[in-house]
Antibody, heavy 120, light 106 residues
């Protein structure tokens, strides 16, 4: 069974940093691209970033480019999102998702999310 | 960025009736379109990819159609458990989502 478990969310002040992690199991992690997608509670979905299986192809939404960095450790079956210079508008539930056809494809499995709140 | 526009914002349908949801792209996305269902407190669930291919385990009452810039998700006979928000997503470029259509049971 595919499982994606996010962690690392919490309350952080504007301008500070946070690192999210996603632990994957139930599939061959390095066969798949991965993504982060976020959702402001009660609002719609926003794709944040994607990374190919070998980290060769990486993409970011314009709203986070230059502030967020996606990475993965295939030996640890883990995906990460380093978030710097956080803003109030980054407050959201952050989902880790598996992307079967590349870093910019559709996600087929999603975790349950980790909540990031940016507030002073 | 490609802008995805969904209509209507809310759809109220009686059980057993057909629900038709629309999704329009600001430019052609070929058939690189997916549909998701999201229920309150849950992560999105993939329904359709490639505009018309049902994901594993998705009931046959869900069908997708369209190509280019106009797409439709049809629920042929609405069940009570289909009450949810439905999102379209293009992946022809870096992904973007529509704003969602809420399906209510009348």
């Amino acid at each position: 069974e595919v499982q994606l478990v996010e962690s690392g969310g919490g309350l952080v002040q504007p301008g500070r940093s946070l690192r999210l992690s996603c632990a994957a199991s139930g599939f061959i992690f390095d066969d798949y691209a991965m993504q982060w997608v976020r959702q402001v509670p009660g609002k719609g979905l926003e794709w944040v970033s994607g990374i190919s299986w070998n980290s060769a192809t990486i993409g970011y939404a314009d709203s986070v480019k230059g502030r967020f960095t996606i990475s993965r450790d295939n030996a640890k079956n883990s995906l990460y999102l380093q978030m710097n210079s956080l803003r109030a508008e980054d407050t959201a539930l952050y989902y880790c998702a598996r992307a079967p056809y590349g870093s910019g494809s559709y996600p087929d499995y999603w975790g349950q999310g980790t909540l990031v709140t940016v507030s002073s | 960025d490609i802008v995805m526009t969904q209509s209507p914002a809310t759809l109220s349908v009686s059980p057993g009736e057909r629900a038709t949801l629309s999704c329009r792209a600001s430019e052609s996305v070929s058939s690189n379109l997916a549909w998701y269902q999201q229920k309150p407190g849950q992560a999105p669930r993939l329904l359709i990819y490639g505009a018309s291919t049902r994901a594993t385990g998705i009931p046959a009452r869900f069908s997708g159609s369209g190509s280019g810039a106009e797409f439709t998700l049809t629920i042929s006979s609405l069940q009570s458990e289909d009450s949810a928000v439905y999102y379209c997503q293009q992946y022809n470029n870096w992904p973007t989502f529509g704003q969602g259509t809420k399906v209510e049971i009348k």
